[in-house]
């Protein structure tokens, strides 16, 4: 569209004609109010607040409808507009309970504010108000009807935001009212995007209502702990006796690549961090065979002491190390150096989740060709293949759905069994269960509707799920890149599961691959790294089965729980020293000798890489005392074997020695506090041992694919990364794809530590619950 | 069966076959019936359109819009099909002259339908009758059935190898789906919740397709405008304003019915000569002169022609022609409140202004009119009105406020007898008890 | 649904004869959600009220959801949820009929029925309700029973007609709610 100049309250403004005034106005920072109006959902021009007077028109026109045409010209506040604002929210508030001081919004209420701001202060009145008893629809939503004002945002949410239609309007007049699916309870996916976009405290949600003041919360802004998609996520936290506990959590700045977008698990699965099951000192088996609590000093030189060694006696072959798929990239980076560098093994893997190492693989030597979830958001035409973005990528099917309806985007769907978002799809591709490896011949052949259609997109986004693997991402690449019409618009994206299993792919947790996907074998700018050892190690299931047979001297376990995954017998790791880090006594931290309480990503800082490659800055939220981030633990662990701590973690100046933790308080783990000790002692604050920034240039500069804008990283957004860049070199073996075992978690799951969240389970529960009763129907 | 009523200075135009069998197809055609649509067969639709504008007919459903004009507005290439829909929904408070028109003359809908098809290029028509007409509904399938069997409709009417469909329809009680586009939204299953405009119907409407929207009078009136001629239509009525109109006068009135006027006619003449004067020799107290929706006139405002210009300077509106004749044993403050409390039953609750609005000064009068009033209820009461109108999404919320305002505006003294506990003037047993379920 | 709601599989919640009318109701327009309306009033007119059953079928027969249907039946005034009598009066209470003593007539009803806005009488015959223009407002004041029109009423007209209806509800059956009783649920107009 041709921009177009017209004037509002006298300033000329430019906007592609067609524009809608309300956006064109704010985008020039002139506010006019709405109820009703929300980006990206259907026009209602309901709530009549965002009236203006334009030129020649005779009535007020209403700027959430009004396109922008040139010469026109508009005045949006005068006492006239006023008047209309104030009248309406004098007709509002005659029903509307004045509840404030104990409504949830109150503080965060955009009728409170329009009413602040038009001053409708007088009730004109006699009548008494409806009352209307608070409904509960879910464990997750709340409708308290008085105080609804039907702007009709979650309904239209929950229909064409989610695809979900869950929510309806009954009745007429003053009596409409909105209603559940279900008659009196949700059935639906619980997102909690309806109490999300709800202007008054209509909507209340389950886990946050009555706790607090939102004034009392500081708001925190990091990255999702549950899925592959990493939505960014304002954690409302309030201090307690023991820390800092999280009460609340959205995307309050509708920042990152989710704006206003989070599911039932970033919204509601929070609540593990308070587990009751939380594990907040360290555990050491005793002489009767017992995990008993110890002092972190203890614990620390019990493992310190066992791996020296071990690894002193019989090499560090005899040992093994498993990393997470939820522990920053800088954790990440630092327990496969950590592993190499000091305890002289590459026995090093994590629980694979996806075939990353092939995808990376199949585009060496093609850079740009990775698309980021930004990408998704504008593509022309997506090209899904063996995945259930629904359930297991919400984020993705947000972003997938949102780009259909805005912008018309053309989805293509190859599925072996039928998936939701094949309501937004143009074609679709049944294939049998194992029938992926066929998808290229069946493209090539251009019979099918799908093929078609798919052969005649100019520019195609194809993301696949990790049915995908091996042989099958190398076939699926190669056809993308020799592709007509434009091979040269293509890109592609891996899905795998859980928040950094990308970043543990990324930065080495693999007994055959450094960081960036470089072959042990071919180190290349690795070869800095001290005593390197040369040949592969070994895979975890390698290692289970060398510790099976009694030859495995120590296992460390760091946020994994590879015992739940692979039924492992107990006794089975009764000859192997194992350590793990972990939030919870899992099933592997029961079979311990030593377990470390470890802080979760919402208490610690980083960042992640989410499952297209997009890095993003983790920042501490919450705070629990005992536990401490993966990253100390590391640094103290090496520092506790004796081991060159400045090798491991370049920090401060040349020739001075840091603190090393005593110094602090209790709540300890946190290198912003420590920074001020750093600084008074006249040292680099950003340069602590336990800053996992310190880390940062490292990364940088040997990961390939890592060299990111940092700025804009620091700043809070998504940077995308590519571990496939030039610098690359090929992998030549491929570790096999038997390893890899999705999670395929639901939309109430979230592997092992998604059994920690009580409201994740409540949801679940309920959601089978309605599943049952339809059945029944 | 409705009463018909008849009067000398009537000029029976629409309403000329009432009473004459003419629901019968065969009586129809004996009647003239379907002449005109064979004529429009022979023209262009520029013709059929340039007839209409000539005509000055305009709309009867309330508005007063041009027909031809409107008709004209249809884009001539869409990539949708194109659709008439005859608004047969007539539930505006004093209306009720469509009502006659389905029962006795139901092929001239028919007919006016297909002509307006052929005017814009549609090869569908809709006849949405509101629920409560289910025995005008019947009359009007049967001939609807009785013209397909004819070949008026269906895949090529009267040989001509032109295809039209009728197809009718029924609402389920919702007065707000008279709005043409709420109507669309009902005719497409949905809550009669009207829609954002632009884009007007005659460019996106029923189905996404363009849609002519008119009143069953107007559509009725189509094929006499052809039969007569356009210049003779307009001839009948005033400037701008062409031929008659069903004037439905009921109230306090000696001979109340359904009664066909040329347009312009004085409106006091209609009251006291054809509609036979004040009942029981009382005194006139107001006049409500285009359905409940139409600010109120005064006794001595009434002395008026009766067209849109007209009654638009007397400060009302021509509306849908529904005459309520209010005499002067009647208070005003009730008669206020019943039609305030039909507004709020029947607001869509779309928009706030009108849905919250309604509802309040419903719940306003109620108090106000059993006694229970405060002096600046009234003040309070004209405030809300003047607040609500040009507000609201739709029209509704206008034809709440401005007889509001108006009953206020004329009335203020009435409205003040009613305070400090002062009993109604014209107490009558039984206070208004409409609740909404 | 509700508990004590006979199966549909075993029970059909419409008449074949009604059934077959909205097999071709659902193709009659060019979209099939436009039957939704007419198909809830005759449902309505069959079974008496828009049960749950009622809902369920329409949407399934239409491809909607429950909820959408419900949105949908809970906008429209001559829809209801709930059984009313076999004769359901309405009175116009509306301007025109307000000025010619639709008021009166609507309490001479009451009286004789003995039974208030909203009632339903015991033996589920009638049922009476105050309703806005019915269009009939030069023949005021006007009532509908079901989808009859009786106009330019008075009080003294209101026990012949009752007395009309109560024949017809002999007639026709035990008198027994329409409601209640499916089977006995063809209305006059039906
Ligand atoms: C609230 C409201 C109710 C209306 N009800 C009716 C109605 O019952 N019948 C009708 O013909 N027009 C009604 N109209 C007018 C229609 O919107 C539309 O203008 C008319 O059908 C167009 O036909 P016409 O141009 O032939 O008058 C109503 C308008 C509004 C705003
Ligand atoms: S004015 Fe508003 S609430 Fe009233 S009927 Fe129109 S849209 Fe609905
Ligand atoms: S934002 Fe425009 S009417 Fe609500």
């Known amino acids: ?777 | 069966m409705p009463r018909l009523v008849s009067h000398p200075d009537e000029v029976k135009i629409v309403s000329r076959r009432f009473g004459m069998g003419a629901e019968k197809i065969d009586r129809y055609l004996e009647l003239g019936g379907y002449e005109a649509v064979m004529k429009c067969l022979a023209q262009d639709s520029d013709w059929i359109i340039n007839e209409m504008k000539a005509s000055n007919l305009r709309g009867r459903g309330g508005a007063g819009f041009s027909a031809g004009m409107k008709w004209s507005f249809v884009p001539r290439q869409s990539a949708k099909p194109k659709y008439i829909l005859v608004n047969g929904d007539e539930s505006e408070p004093g209306t009720c002259k469509d009502h006659l028109i389905f029962l006795h003359d139901p092929h001239s809908v028919i007919e006016g339908t297909i002509i307006a098809g052929l005017a814009v290029g549609a090869k569908m028509g809709f006849i949405y009758l509101r629920g409560e007409y289910r025995y005008l509904l019947e009359i009007t399938e049967r001939a609807v059935a009785d013209a397909y069997q004819r070949g008026f409709l269906g895949k090529n009417i009267f040989g001509s190898g032109k295809e039209f469909e009728i197809i009718t329809q029924t609402g389920a009680g919702a007065y707000e789906v008279g709005e043409e586009s709420a109507l669309m939204e009902s005719l497409e299953g949905k809550r009669g919740v009207p829609r954002i405009k632009p884009p007007f119907p005659a460019v996106v409407g029923l189905y996404g397709g363009p849609t002519v929207i008119n009143n069953a009078e107007t559509i009725a009136t189509v094929p006499h405008v052809i039969n007569m001629g356009a210049a003779a239509y307009a001839a009948v009525g005033t400037p701008r304003n062409g031929g008659t109109r069903l004037f439905s006068i009921s109230g306090h009135v000696e001979r109340p019915g359904v009664y066909e006027l040329p347009m312009g006619y004085n409106l006091k003449k209609m009251i006291y000569e054809v509609a036979g004067g004040i009942r029981g020799g009382r005194n006139l107290k107001a006049v409500v002169p285009g359905g409940s929706s139409t600010p109120v006139l005064l006794p001595q405002e009434i002395d008026i022609g009766m067209d849109f210009d007209q009654v638009g300077k007397a400060g009302s509106m021509l509306g849908s022609g529904g005459v309520v004749v209010i005499d002067d044993q009647t208070c005003i403050v009730e008669f206020a409140l019943r039609t305030i409390s039909f507004y709020a039953h029947e607001s869509c609750g779309w928009c706030i202004p009108c849905r919250e609005g309604t509802d309040w000064l419903k719940k306003s009068l109620t108090r106000f009119h059993a006694g229970f009033g405060a002096p600046s209820d009234i003040d309070n009461m004209q405030y809300l009105a003047e607040n609500m109108l040009g507000r609201t999404f739709c029209p509704l919320g206008d034809a709440a406020a401005m007889p509001t305002i108006a009953f206020i505006k004329k009335f203020r003294k009435e409205f003040e007898d009613h305070l400090n506990g002062k009993p109604c003037p014209f107490a009558r047993e039984g206070v208004l008890q409409l609740t909404v379920v | 649904m509700s508990p004590n709601h006979p199966n549909p599989e075993s029970i059909p919640v419409f008449s074949p004869q009604l059934a077959a009318r909205f097999d071709a109701l659902v193709q009659k327009y060019p979209v099939k959600r436009s039957a939704l309306i007419p198909m809830l009033l005759y449902a309505q007119d069959e079974v008496g009220y828009l049960s749950d059953a009622v809902v369920a079928e329409v949407a399934r027969r239409i491809g909607i959801t429950e909820l959408e249907v419900r949105n949908v039946a809970t906008y429209y005034s001559m829809l209801r949820f709930r059984p009313a009598g076999q004769f359901n009066i309405q009175v116009c209470t509306n301007i025109s009929c307000l000025l010619r003593g639709a008021y009166e007539v609507y309490e001479r009803f009451q009286e004789e029925l003995g039974v208030g806005p909203h009632g339903v009488t015991p033996d589920g015959v009638f049922s009476l309700e105050e309703v806005e223009c019915v269009g009939a407002c030069c023949w005021a004041p006007a009532v509908q029973v079901n989808y009859d029109f009786h106009d330019e009423l008075k009080p003294d007209l209101v026990p012949g007609i009752l007395s009309g209806y109560r024949g017809k509800a002999k007639a026709g059956n035990n008198g027994a709610s329409s409601l209640e009783k499916k089977a006995n649920s063809k209305e006059p107009h039906a």
Request: charged residues 20%.
């Open chain 1, 1 to 777: 569209m041709p921009d177009v100049t017209f004037t509002v309250d006298g300033k000329k403004l430019t906007a592609p004609a067609g524009t809608l005034l309300i956006d064109a106005c704010r985008k020039a920072g002139i506010e006019i109010p709405a109820f009703c109006y929300y980006p990206g959902l259907s026009l209602q021009a309901a709530c009549r607040m965002c009236v203006v007077r334009q030129e020649k028109v005779p009535k007020l026109q209403t700027a959430c409808t009004t396109t922008v045409a040139e010469g026109q010209v508009f005045v949006t506040e005068s006492p006239e507009i006023a008047q209309a604002r104030k009248a309406t929210i004098e007709l509002l508030l005659g029903n509307h309970p004045l509840d404030c001081p104990v409504c949830d919004a109150g503080g965060e209420c955009e009728l409170q504010d329009m009413n602040f701001k038009y001053g409708a202060g007088e009730s004109l009145y006699a009548e008494a108000k409806h009352h209307r008893d608070e409904q509960q629809w879910s464990p997750a939503v709340f409708y308290d009807r008085p105080r609804c004002i039907l702007c009709y945002r979650c309904t239209r949410m929950c229909g064409e935001g989610m695809d979900v239609w869950a929510l309806g309007v009954n009745n007429r007049g003053a009596d409409s009212v909105i209603v559940p699916n279900d008659g009196q309870q949700l059935d639906c996916e619980q997102c909690g995007m309806c109490i999300d976009v709800c202007p008054v405290g209509a909507l209340t949600s389950g886990s946050y209502r009555y706790k607090t003041r939102p004034w009392e919360m500081n708001h925190v802004s990091t990255v999702c702990t549950h899925c592959a998609d990493g939505c960014k996520v304002t954690l409302g936290v309030r201090s307690t006796t023991d820390g800092a506990e999280i009460i609340r959590a959205d995307n309050r700045d509708k920042s990152g690549i989710n704006g206003d977008f989070l599911c039932a698990k970033g919204r509601f699965g929070f609540d593990f961090v308070e587990s009751a099951d939380r594990l907040t000192k360290p555990l050491v088996r005793n002489s009767a065979g017992k995990l008993e609590p110890a002092t972190w000093e203890h614990a620390l030189s019990v493992a310190a002491k066992k791996l020296k060694e071990i690894r002193d006696s019989r090499g560090g072959a005899a040992i093994g190390v498993i990393g997470s798929n939820r522990t920053t990239n800088e954790e990440n980076y630092l327990l496969q150096k950590f592993s190499r560098t000091v305890l002289a093994t590459n026995n090093i893997d994590h629980e694979r989740t996806t075939d990353y190492a092939s995808f990376a693989r199949a585009l060496a030597g093609h850079p740009g060709k990775t698309a980021s979830l930004r990408d998704i958001a504008s593509a022309c035409a997506i090209l899904l293949v063996g995945t259930n973005p629904t359930d297991e990528h919400p984020l993705l099917a947000w972003l997938l759905r949102t780009d259909v309806r805005l912008n018309r985007a053309r989805l293509y769907i190859a599925n072996h069994a039928p998936i939701k978002l094949e309501r937004q799809a143009r074609a679709m591709q049944g294939l049998p269960p194992n029938g992926y490896k066929d998808l290229t011949t069946i493209l090539d052949r251009g019979e099918t509707d799908l093929a078609k259609a798919v052969k005649a997109e100019e520019s195609l986004i194809v993301i696949f799920g990790s049915e995908i693997r091996g042989t099958a991402i190398h076939n699926l690449v190669t056809w993308g890149l020799n592709r007509g019409p434009n091979p040269d618009s293509v890109r592609f994206a891996c899905l795998g599961d859980h928040s950094n299993s990308r970043g543990a792919a990324d930065m080495g947790l693999f007994p055959d691959l450094l960081p960036g996907y470089v072959p042990i074998t071919e180190p290349g700018a690795f070869v800095e790294y001290a005593d390197l050892p040369p040949a592969a190690g070994k895979t975890l299931s390698q290692m289970l089965d060398v510790a099976t047979a009694g030859e495995l001297g120590a296992l460390l376990v760091v946020g994994a729980n590879p015992v739940s995954r692979a039924p492992l017998n107990p006794a089975a790791l009764k000859n192997t020293f194992l350590i793990v880090q972990d939030l919870f006594l899992t099933e592997t931290a029961t079979l311990a000798e030593v377990v470390l309480p470890a802080a979760s990503l919402y208490e610690k800082s980083g960042t992640v890489t989410n499952t297209f490659g997009d890095v993003q800055i983790v920042r501490k939220a919450a705070d629990r005392a005992g536990v401490k981030p993966d990253f100390e633990i590391l640094v103290r662990l090496a520092e506790a074997m004796g081991g060159p701590i400045k090798g491991l973690v370049p920090f401060g100046r040349a020739g001075t020695t840091a603190d090393l933790g005593q110094s602090r308080g209790a709540q300890s783990g946190e290198a912003d506090r420590h920074a001020v000790w750093l600084e008074a002692n006249g040292l680099e604050p950003r340069l602590s041992p336990f800053d996992p920034f310190a880390l940062f240039d490292e990364i940088e500069r040997l990961v390939p694919g890592y060299a990111i804008d940092r700025i804009n990283l620091i700043a809070g957004n998504d940077v995308h990364s590519e571990p496939a860049s030039p610098g690359l070199v090929p992998v030549t073996a491929l570790a096999g794809e038997d390893f890899i075992v999705p999670a395929h978690d639901t939309l109430f799951t979230s592997g092992t530590l998604g059994r920690y969240s009580a409201a994740l389970k409540q949801l679940e529960e309920h959601q089978a619950k309605e599943l049952a009763k339809s059945a029944a129907d």
